[in-house]
């Protein structure tokens, strides 16, 4: 299946390093299933943010897998893995050696948890993630989190 998304960030800053503006991203994705309604999902995602500050102007490669096991009709336990490469080639950072370098990050993200499936009607879960960022600029945006979640779905 083929993936293109547009967006459009509005974000009120009267600095100059604005992160307002037009976001674009298209990609590949595909689930494949297995044993009835357990499932793989394969993506791959260009993504580019043209904002206008420059500091958040970005370009990048995003891939990601999903496996979704299905436990007893009532739970679905699911692993979600993604990983983003975004260069920053219009942003200008001086360094502690007077050097000027423009940004690039990885980022890792593992999320993980199970959710009850409620029917037709919806889901309650819980999720805990795992977030590593890694950049050439390591004061800045080097940094890990850790995330736990409470969430519901419903379908209307």
């Given at each position: 299946?083929?993936?293109m ?7 009120q800053?009267?600095?100059?390093n ?13 689930v494949?299933?297995?044993l009835?309604?357990d499932?793989?999902l ?6 580019q ?11 990048g ?12 009709s009532l739970?679905d ?6 990983y ?12 502690n050696?007077?050097?000027?370098e423009a940004?690039?990050?990885?980022r ?13 009607v919806?889901?309650?879960g819980?999720?805990?993630?795992f977030?590593?960022?890694q950049s050439?600029i ?6 890990q989190?850790?995330?736990?979640m409470?969430?519901w779905e419903?379908?209307f």
């Amino acid at each position: 299946r083929l993936r293109m998304d547009f967006y459009h960030q509005n974000v009120q800053d009267s600095s100059l390093n604005s992160m307002s503006g037009i976001g674009h991203s298209a990609g590949l994705e595909n689930v494949f299933y297995f044993l009835g309604d357990d499932s793989i999902l394969l993506r791959f995602e260009y993504d580019q943010n043209d904002s206008d500050g420059s500091q958040w102007r970005y370009s990048g490669l995003r891939f990601g897998f999903g496996l979704s096991v299905i436990a007893l009709s009532l739970i679905d336990l699911r692993l979600v893995v993604d990983y983003f490469m975004r260069d920053f080639a219009d942003s200008k950072y001086v360094l502690n050696d007077g050097s000027v370098e423009a940004r690039a990050d990885k980022r890792l993200s593992v999320s993980a948890g199970p959710e009850f499936i409620l029917g037709s009607v919806g889901r309650i879960g819980l999720k805990y993630s795992f977030i590593l960022n890694q950049s050439n600029i390591t004061k800045i945006y080097d940094y890990q989190r850790h995330l736990g979640m409470l969430f519901w779905e419903l379908k209307f």
